[in-house]
């Protein structure tokens, strides 16, 4: 069965310090990749997203991924958080061939001031 | 651009009653809109597949006669929870994609749903 599943539950930490969530899928075949984010009373937004090409890809507000094939993982980075990336993160995976989407757990992030 | 709206954004129902939330997709065309169902800390998952002019794929597990969904034009997808019951509390959510390949979903606010 497909599966998403991500590492952390609670991510807690100060601002202008690294984050890194962990993604991985078990999907057979070519799987398209995403990260969401939903911040507090607010709706799913997509952050970046993986359907080919080069494996690291840039998204908005800073945030990237890696692609990594052979682990099946596709982790989020940011070199530097705000406060304002108190949120919670969710990966997702879907066929190539079509589009329904499976979700990780979900991540939230709390960035202390 | 790709604003999803749903509405209401939360009803509270005796038990019995059956309740419509609306799906729309604002500024483009959804060829694909999608349910999901999120229980409190946890994540989504996925309810069923609509597609316009077309019946929806329910995923494994939900009852088609329980939660109907009709997507009569490119813009509007609804989802009615008939004869609801307080185990169908939670928060429902639509997501819509734009024809294409390679299209990624944009999603709605949500609908809390609480059934006394």
């Known amino acids: 069965a497909q599966s998403v599943s991500q590492h952390n539950h609670h991510v807690i930490l100060s601002e202008a310090a690294s984050l890194e969530l962990g993604c991985n899928y078990s999907y057979g075949g070519t799987v398209n990749l995403f990260w969401y984010v939903q911040y507090p009373g607010q709706h799913l937004q997509l952050l970046l997203k993986?359907?080919?090409?080069?494996?690291l890809v840039k998204g908005i507000k800073g945030f990237e991924a890696e692609f990594i094939k052979s682990k099946f993982s596709f982790n989020l980075r940011k070199p530097s958080v705000q406060w304002s990336d108190t949120a919670e993160y969710f990966c997702a995976a879907s066929q190539a061939a079509g589009n329904k989407l499976t979700f990780g757990g979900g991540t939230r992030v709390l960035v202390k001031p | 651009g790709a604003v999803v709206s749903q509405h209401p954004s939360w009803v509270i129902c005796k038990s019995g009653t059956s309740v419509k939330i609306e799906c729309r997709s604002l500024?483009?065309?959804?060829?694909?809109m999608f349910w999901y169902r999120q229980f409190p800390k946890q994540s989504l998952m996925l309810m069923a597949t609509s597609n316009e002019g077309s019946k929806a794929t329910y995923e494994q597990g939900v009852e088609k006669d329980k939660f109907l969904i009709n997507h009569a034009s490119l813009t509007l997808s609804t989802l009615t929870v008939t004869s609801a019951h307080p185990e169908d509390s939670s928060f429902y959510i639509c997501s819509a994609e734009r024809g294409g390949s390679n299209q990624p979903q944009h999603f709605g606010d949500g609908t809390r749903l609480s059934i006394l």
């Open positions: 500024d483009f065309q959804a060829t694909t």
């Open positions: 993986y359907f080919s090409g080069d494996p």
